[in-house]
C-alpha cells in the first residue's frame, strides 16, 4: 500500500490510484465516527464487513440497471472503483423518522412517514453539512436542475430496492446516505452512485425488536457494533463462516 499514490483519505476510507486510467482503489478502514467527526474510535473488522456488504449491494443495484462507480472487489479491505466527480452533497432518504429528522420536527423516533422523503445536505465538515434546497443546489452551481432529477430518480429507485432487500431478511430499512458522482465517457457525463452502502450510512432495525443494527450503536454507546454488522451482514448471507467462501444468497427471515 505504500508503493500507490494516495489520492485522498476521509473519515472510514481512504483512495487510491488504481490500477489503469479512470479508475480508483477504495480501501474500508476500522476507523469510526459520529456527530462530525467529534467521536473517534475503532471498530475491529468494520472495514472488512463494510466492504462485503458494499459490494453485494452495488453488484445488485448494477444488475438492476442502477449506475454505480463499483467494478469489483479486489481484497477483503479493498474495491476497484470508476473514478468520479464528487457531486458535493449527501442525499438522505428517511422512510421512518429518526435521528435529526426527529429532532428538527419534533417528530417522535420510529413514526413511520407518509412517504419517503429526500433531503439534501451540503458537504462540507467545517459547516457541519449545513441542509440546502434545490435553489441553493443550483444557485451555487453544485449541481444542475438535470442532474438534480437524476439524483431524485435514482435516490427512490435504490431506496425501493433497498426496502425490499432488507424487509426480506428481517430488517427496517430506517433511512440512508448516499453521494453521487459524474462519471465522464467519451464527452458524455451520466450520474452515478458513488461511495458506499453499508450499515455506516443506513439507519437499520430489527423488524421485530427495533433492535439498531448499525452506527447508532457507536454514535450512541450502546456497545455491540461490531456484533451489529455482523449480523447484517450474516442475514445478508455474506459473512464468511469457517474461512473465506463465495457469497451466497440472502437468508429469509420467517
Known amino acids: ?35 462530525n467527526n467529534q467521536k473517534k474510535g475503532t471498530v475491529t473488522g468494520k472495514g472488512v464487513i463494510n466492504n462485503r456488504i458494499s459490494e453485494y449491494i452495488m453488484t445488485l443495484l448494477n444488475e438492476i440497471g442502477v449506475p454505480t462507480h463499483f467494478i469489483r472487489r479486489l481484497n477483503m479491505r479493498e474495491q476497484l472503483i470508476k473514478e468520479v466527480e464528487i457531486i458535493p452533497l449527501e442525499v438522505v432518504v428517511r422512510n421512518v423518522a429518526a435521528g435529526s429528522l426527529s429532532t428538527r420536527l419534533g417528530i417522535p423516533e420510529g413514526t413511520q412517514l407518509p412517504r419517503s422523503i429526500v433531503e439534501f445536505f451540503y458537504k462540507a465538515d467545517e459547516l457541519n453539512d449545513p441542509m440546502v434546497t434545490e435553489e441553493h443546489i443550483t444557485a451555487f452551481g453544485w449541481a444542475s436542475p438535470q442532474d438534480i432529477d437524476d439524483i431524485l430518480a435514482l435516490a427512490l429507485r435504490v431506496n425501493d430496492f433497498l426496502v425490499g432487500l432488507f424487509l426480506g431478511v428481517g430488517i427496517r430499512l430506517v433511512d ?3 453521494e453521487f458522482g459524474r462519471l465522464w465517457q467519451n464527452d458524455e457525463m451520466r450520474i452515478v452512485l458513488a461511495d458506499e452502502i453499508s450499515p455506516d450510512n443506513c439507519r437499520l432495525w430489527d423488524i421485530r425488536t427495533n433492535e439498531k443494527l448499525d ?28 474461512g473465506p467462501r463465495d457469497m451466497k444468497g440472502p437468508e429469509v427471515m420467517q
Open 176 to 178: 440512508f446516505k448516499m
Open 215 to 242: 452506527k447508532d450503536r457507536f454514535r450512541r454507546d450502546l456497545g455491540g457494533t461490531a456484533e451489529a454488522y455482523q449480523e447484517v451482514a450474516r442475514r445478508l448471507g455474506i459473512l464468511p463462516e469457517g
Open 1 to 35: 500500500m505504500s508503493r500507490r499514490k494516495q489520492i485522498y483519505e476521509g473519515k472510514a476510507k481512504i483512495l487510491y490510484e488504481g490500477p489503469e486510467p479512470g479508475t480508483l482503489v477504495q480501501y474500508f478502514k476500522d476507523d469510526a465516527t459520529a456527530f
